[in-house]
C-alpha cells in the first residue's frame, strides 16, 4: 500500500496535478508544507501590525477606509492559510504557540517600523508587490488546498498594490514635503522588500527540495529578479529613485542588473534581531491572550448546537 502511494505521489507530481489532503504524501513533504504554509500564515496575520498603527492616523476617511479594508484582508489571508495547514494535520493553537514561542517564522519585511504615511504606500507598492510576485506562481503549487488559497491571495494583493501605487503616485503629485516623505520611504524599504525572496540560490537549504515537489516553481533568485524587472518601470513612471547605484538596463540578459542586498542583516532579522521583532511578537502575544473569550465563547456556542 506504502509503495502504491508513493507511486501514485510520484505520478501526480510528474504528471503536474495536485495533491489532496488524503492522498498519500511522504512526511518530509507534509513537514515542509506545513513549515512554509504556517509561515506564510504568520506572515499575514504580523503583517497586519505595521500598517495597523495608521489606520487611526490616517490623513483622510477615504485613506482610512481603504487601509481598514485592507488590514482586514490580510486578517482574511492568514485564516484561508491556517485552514490549508490544518488540511495536513497541523493544529491552529499549536501554529500560534509555535509563532509566539519563536519556534516558526514569519516573513522579515514585517520586522521594519513605519515612520511616516508614505510607508503604507511602499508597503503596498513594493511589499505587496513582492508578495505577488512570490505567490502568483503559488496559485500552481503541488498542494491543492494551498494554491486555491492562493488565487484569492494574489487577487487581493493585486489590489493592495494598486492602491499603494495610487497612493504613492497621489503624494508625489502633493506638496515638496510629501514627495521627499515617499522618496525618504522608498530608501528605507527597498532593500528589505528585495530581502523577502530569501536567502540567495547557493545558500537556500529548502529550495532544491521544494523545486522538485512543485511547492516552488521558481527559485529566490528567479523571483527576485522578477520584481526588479516589473518594479523599475514603475518607479520611474511615479518619478523615484531606487537606492541602487548599479540598478541598470542589461540588454545582453533582458533584464536589469542590481547590487546584492545585504544577507547578512536578512540573517539577523530572521532569527529575531531586526528593529521590531521583539514587538510584533509580544503584540501577537497580547492579542492571542485578550481573544480568549472569543475562542471560549466560540467553543461554547458549538457545544450547545451540539458540533
Ligand atoms: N523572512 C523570514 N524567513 C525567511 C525569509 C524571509 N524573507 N526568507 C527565507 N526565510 C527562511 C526560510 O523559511 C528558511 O527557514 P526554515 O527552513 O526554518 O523555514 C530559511 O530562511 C532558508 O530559506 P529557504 O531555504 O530559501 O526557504 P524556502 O525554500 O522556504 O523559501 C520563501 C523561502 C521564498 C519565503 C518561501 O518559503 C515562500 O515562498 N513562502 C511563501 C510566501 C510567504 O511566506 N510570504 C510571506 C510574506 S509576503 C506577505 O505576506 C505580504
Redesign the pocket.
Known sequence: EFAEGQARFEETIAADQRVEPRDWMPEAYRA?LV??IA??AH??II?MQPEGEWITRAPSLRRKAILWAKVQD?AG?GLYLYGAAETLGADRAELTRALVEGRQ?????FNYPTLTFADVGVIGWL??G??IC??VP?CRTSYGPYARAMVRVCKE?SFHQRQGFELLWTMMRGTRAQRAMVREAVDRWWWPTL?????PDAA????AR?MAWRV?RHS?DE?RQRFVDMTVPQAERLGVTLPDERLRWNPERGHYDFGAPDFAE?AR??AGDGPCNAERVRRRAAAHEEGAWVRAAARAHAARRGE
Open positions: 515542509t513549515r512554509q509561515q506564510h506572515s499575514e503583517g490580510e489571508h517564522k514569519y516573513s522579515s519585511i511589499v505587496d513582492a508578495a512570490n505567490q503559488l494583493e530581502m523577502m525572496f530569501g536567502p537556500s537549504p529548502n529550495s521544494s516552488k529566490n523571483l536578512l532579522v530572521i
